[in-house]
């Protein structure tokens, strides 16, 4: 029986450090660049929002449609501030 616990034992020595090299951080295969423009009316200003998407990868448009399981894309302002959202998030580019 104390044979078995070591026999045990060594295993899981062996394979925890296995175990943790697969909870690494996931790769960021899509970066953001963002840039800001006056609008039309005083004291507005459109957000420009661009994606940089890695090859194989994708995302969904802030509607993607379908049976409801798609995850669209939204871009969540800070609460507390001193701005108010004055209109949906729109896309542009390929579909």
Do not use: C
Not at 2 to 15: I, K, P, Q, S
Not at 81 to 89: D, E, R, S, W
């Amino acid at each position: 029986m104390r044979n078995l616990f070591f026999v045990f034992a060594g295993l899981l020595t062996l394979l925890l450090p296995n175990l943790s090299v697969s909870a690494q951080p996931a790769e960021r295969p899509i970066t953001w660049k963002f840039s800001i423009e006056a609008g039309k009316e005083a004291g507005t200003y459109l957000i420009h929002a661009k994606a940089v998407i890695g090859k194989g990868w994708h995302v969904f448009a802030p509607d993607p449609g379908g049976d409801g399981l798609l995850i669209p894309t939204a871009i969540v302002p800070a609460s507390g501030q001193k701005y108010t959202v004055k209109g949906p998030l729109k896309a542009e580019g390929k579909k």
